[in-house]
């Protein structure tokens, strides 16, 4: 984190001093520079003239003495309130009165750092991410005495070196941290638990969210110590027993398992530093048990996850029946893949004759017992038990022995779909994610009764159709919602909460941490009441009090607030 910032100040014209503990510490972080500047000639962003400048432009020393004459110190010291009250206690009368004192601290109280100075009015965070030349964001922390003036002058000077700054209170984790590390402990523990494999869990966030990095190789990248002392921080603050490190996390530092930085974490790297990882043997879920053929499918429902599922299988070269509840719904189903399918066309994904195939595979059927010969069938109806229950009740009647019945309920017990026939055994759940046709990921959701070659079966269909299967338990949220949900829910209480505005919650978490969209734009996407449902199930079967949905996200709901869909949610649109 030092020499990134030293490099971004220096990239940015401005003198730099830079102060280690001695000369081999001085070494490595010019290596870092010097490493950091040749990618960035490699990759054509500086030429040699300008690194060359680049490089004259910063000085180190191992004396705190040499920052006499700065206009601002940035510390970028290991995480340890003991280490920063001592040093800021020395800066304190090394420099002129008027330099403001910044730390780079992810987690640790910036007023308890202030009160070692005699200038604390002077004193503020200035969090910057990991790696500082590349992210842009930077989060300004103010204490109850930080000054107006020294947060306006961090923000201009943030401004002048291409950051985006957001500023915010002092309080354990910020905004990035506070959001980010309950949601990866939370992840540590469904790995903890056996839940889900590692893999499973990256990529299921990877394809199913869109994120940049699965939870568990994000923690390998950041380090494992560094994440324990920020959930420690935050939980000793907090008090919240979502933010009290897993324990496997303990374990595996005390092993010498740091992550990237040791070669080894949660995954085995090439070599310490290295972000190659290593092929273990049986690393990912293992499927037991021999696939079922599987050549006619069976689609109920004509919403808009149904008619996308029937567009994968047909356009994978399955012959599909649609089933709907009246021929006029059937029509407008098969109208609304033909929509699809031609704008495939239009934008050169997909041949004509490809289309013309892909709709002739599609047959549509009133009647249940026109599935008799399918060998999957998938249920895609509402989301309500009852009528998911009446649909399996009504394939047990009619389905062939052997076919594998499926549910795509994004939270409701797939256990329950199952009772509902004689052959539970059969029964699975196939997760697909909105819109079908574009989104890879599908959680294959197994139950207690579930047989290994109807998972093996699922799996294999999955990857038939090109997608990315995940597998997983039977409980509330599966894999993705049960991570994603809690860390929105978290995102509300913080706005609840008046610690920071929607906008820079948003810009903290797309601009720090890579996601594709900000909390409140993904749960205006999503819909308010939809989210709500989401967040009542998961409390209501882990019965975390930190799960509980947010009074404020259900008083919008009540109010008809729903999101993008009703024109108002976190934010007005225009409809």
């Known amino acids: 984190m030092g020499a990134g910032i030293a490099e971004v100040c220096a990239r940015s014209g401005l003198r730099v001093v830079a102060v280690e503990v001695d000369e081999a510490a001085?070494?490595?972080g010019r290596g870092h520079i010097e490493h950091s500047t040749d990618r960035a000639l490699r990759g054509g962003k500086l030429d040699e003239a300008g690194r060359a400048e680049l490089l004259d432009r910063i000085s180190c020393a191992t004396s705190l003495s040499a920052l006499a004459d700065v206009d601002l110190v940035i510390e970028a010291v290991p995480e340890n309130l003991a280490l920063k009250?001592?040093?800021?206690?020395q800066l304190d009368k090394i420099v002129r009165p008027e330099v403001i004192l910044a730390s780079n601290t992810s987690s640790l109280s910036v007023t308890e750092i202030s009160v070692h100075t005699g200038r604390p009015g002077k004193v503020l965070g200035l969090h910057f991410f990991n790696p500082t030349p590349v992210l842009k964001l930077v989060e300004v922390v103010r204490t109850v005495v930080t000054e107006h003036d020294v947060v306006d002058d961090a923000v201009a000077f943030l401004g002048g070196l291409g950051k985006t700054p957001v500023v915010i209170g002092d309080r354990a984790g910020f905004i990035a941290n506070a959001l980010l590390f309950g949601y990866l402990n939370h992840a540590v523990r469904m790995y903890e638990s056996r839940y889900a494999t590692r893999e499973d869990l990256d990529a299921a966030m990877r394809y199913g969210c869109g994120y940049p990095m699965g939870p568990l190789a994000l923690l390998d990248l950041i380090g494992l110590d560094t994440a324990y002392e920020i959930l420690d921080t935050m939980y000793h603050q907090s008090r919240n027993r979502l933010h009290a490190p897993a324990p496997i996390l303990k374990q595996?530092?005390?092993?010498?398992?740091?992550?990237?930085?040791?070669?080894?974490?949660?995954?085995?790297?090439?070599?310490p530093d290295s972000p190659v990882v290593v092929a273990e043997g049986g690393a990912s879920a293992s499927v037991a048990g021999t696939p079922r053929d599987v050549h006619r499918v069976g689609v109920i429902g004509t919403g808009t996850m149904a008619t996308g599922i029937v567009e994968v299988f047909a356009k994978a070269g399955k012959d599909v029946v649609l089933r709907a509840r009246g021929a006029d719904k059937a029509e407008a189903a098969v109208a609304k893949i033909r929509k699809s399918l031609d704008k495939a066309v239009v934008r050169g994904k997909l041949a004509e004759a490809d289309r013309d195939a892909a709709l002739a595979r599609i047959h549509t059927a009133v009647e249940f017992e026109a599935l008799a010969d399918c060998d999957l069938v998938i249920e895609a109806v509402a989301e309500e038990l009852s009528v998911k229950?009446?649909?399996?009740?009504?394939?047990?009647?009619?389905?062939?022995p052997g076919a594998v019945l499926a549910t795509t309920t994004s939270s409701l017990p797939v256990i329950e779909c199952a009772a509902a026939t004689s052959r539970p055994g059969d029964v699975v759940g196939l997760h697909f994610f909105n819109p079908a046709q574009v989104m890879k990921l599908v959680e294959i959701v197994s139950?207690?009764?579930?047989?290994?070659?109807?998972?093996?079966?699922?799996?294999?269909?999955?990857?038939s159709l090109r997608k990315e299967p995940v597998h997983c338990g039977d409980r509330a949220g599966f894999i993705v919602n049960a991570?994603?949900?809690p860390y929105l829910n978290d995102a509300v209480k913080m706005l609840e909460a008046h610690y920071a505005e929607a906008d820079d919650i948003d810009t903290a978490m797309k601009v720090g941490c890579g996601l594709p969209m900000g909390p409140f734009e993904l749960l205006d996407v999503v819909g308010l009441d939809v989210s709500l449902a989401i967040e009542r199930t998961l409390y209501l079967e882990f019965r975390e009090a930190g799960f509980a949905p947010a009074p404020l996200l259900e008083h919008l709901v009540t109010a008809g607030r729903l999101g993008r869909k009703t024109g108002k949610g976190f934010r007005d649109y225009t409809v």
């Open 483 to 485: 991570l994603l949900f």
């Open 447 to 463: 139950t207690i009764a579930t047989d290994a070659d109807v998972v093996a079966t699922a799996d294999a269909v999955c990857r």
């Open 389 to 400: 229950q009446a649909v399996f009740g009504a394939l047990d009647e009619v389905c062939k």
């Open 85 to 89: 009250a001592e040093i800021f206690a």
């Open 252 to 271: 595996m530092i005390t092993a010498g398992l740091l992550g990237r930085k040791s070669g080894r974490g949660f995954y085995t790297y090439e070599a």
């Open 26 to 28: 001085i070494a490595k």
